[in-house]
């Protein structure tokens, strides 16, 4: 057995011992959204308009138990759903998730990345969260994925940042030490894991790091061996990351958390050192940002496949013809209070509200705007929101 086969097998090991999300089984379509799961907000937000088609294949790679592939079945109803997991203990639960829930335009395959080319056609939009860092080749892998994303499609990646996961990876170590040759045997990892932090005294950094960041969830035997007996994982800064991206050929169009990368968040005091930093490549401001702020856990982003045109809404006749609809990714509509799609408050003005209200896919801008009273500007800050898709 090669390296790469041995690690493979220990993390289908760990996920056949701890299925992984362990996620809830409901007899009902999961309450709420994630935004980068949904076709039609994430192209909008990637390319700045609504896609021309909704009837896409869409791979989950990485399934796990299936906790994404049920809301990338269920909030894309025109969509062909494949998931893919080596654990085949999660693959049960995933397949047990979506019967349970009616999500049935889904097959699953028990295939490693690696093997993805053993799935027959190309995906419009590819998801991988949290599987790239646990695998022996993340290069391979993303390499992988890549030659099966379609003309115009989209990746939205998941993998760990180690500034913001030191902590965890001192406790990693620490565990594997104590454990010495049961390292391999979960359970008693876990068990070794938990007594270390009853034992370790309030004041301890890595006991006072746990509670504020990962105890509520930790409280699951699943979650607490995925973060802290993983027998394989890769953590990135901002350097390593672009690395990785260059290397799957694609294009990377952004982060999809952009406000915690704008630098202003962090220096507003100081606008000369924000004039300065445009002097800076956008890995490097990123770089920038990830040392100001150094509690990055996690990196999540979007890449391409050209052509995947972004759409331009600065000239105001182009925008007056657009035909606007609401992002299907917002809670509490109809009201001037509701949730954006990061689950965000938003307050509309009576004529934001007027607006949105009008926006039934049929009408353009321009023709909503003989009723409401709304500038182009305020249309233009509904979009930036993600409030609003636009169709040319």
Avoid at 96 to 103: G, M, N, P, T
Avoid at 142 to 158: E, N, R, T, V, Y
């Amino acid at each position: 057995m090669s390296d790469s086969q041995a690690v493979s097998a220990a993390v289908a090991k760990l996920y056949n011992t701890y299925p992984f999300p362990p996620d809830p089984l409901l007899n009902e379509p999961p309450p709420g959204y994630n935004w980068r799961w949904n076709w039609l907000a994430a192209y909008s937000f990637c390319t700045g308009q609504k896609p021309q088609k909704q009837d896409i294949r869409i791979l989950d790679a990485g399934c796990g138990t299936g906790v994404g592939t049920e809301y990338l079945v269920h909030l894309n109803p025109q969509a062909a759903v494949v998931g893919i997991d080596l654990s085949a203990g999660a693959l049960a639960v995933a397949k047990e998730r979506c019967q349970r829930s009616r999500a049935d335009r889904v097959e699953f395959h028990h295939l490693s990345l690696f093997d993805v080319e053993q799935i027959q056609g190309e995906f419009d939009l590819i998801n991988c969260v949290g599987v790239l860092h646990h695998t022996p080749d993340p290069i391979r892998g993303i390499q992988a994925l890549a030659k099966k994303l379609a003309p115009s499609g989209l990746m939205h990646i998941f993998v760990y940042g180690e500034l913001g996961r030191w902590e965890i990876q001192l406790m990693q170590k620490a565990i594997a030490l104590l454990q010495g040759d049961k390292k391999g045997d979960y359970r008693d990892g876990v068990q070794v894991g938990r007594q270390v932090f009853a034992s370790l005294p309030e004041s301890n950094r890595l006991v006072k790091y746990e509670k504020q960041r990962w105890s509520l969830e930790n409280q699951r035997d699943e979650c607490f061996a995925d973060m802290y007996v993983h027998p394989q994982e890769i953590d990135y800064n901002v350097e390593t990351l672009f690395e990785l991206i260059d290397a799957s050929g694609l294009e990377f169009i952004g982060f999809s958390n952009p406000s915690f990368w704008d630098l202003e968040r962090l220096l507003s005091k100081a606008p000369e050192l924000v004039e300065r930093a445009k002097n800076l490549s956008d890995c490097q401001r990123y770089r920038l940002i990830e040392l100001l702020d150094p509690e990055v856990t996690h990196y999540e982003f979007f890449l391409g496949r050209p052509p995947l045109m972004q759409t331009d809404w600065s000239n105001d006749q182009v925008l007056l013809k657009a035909i606007p609809e609401r992002n299907p990714c917002m809670d509490g509509w109809p009201s001037q209070c509701i949730f954006n799609h990061d689950y965000q408050i938003v307050k509309l003005s009576t004529e934001e509200f007027e607006f949105l209200q009008a926006c039934d896919g049929k009408l353009t801008v321009a023709e909503i705007l003989t009723d409401v009273e709304l500038g182009l500007e305020q249309v233009r800050s509904l979009c930036k929101q993600q409030l609003l898709m636009l169709t040319k």
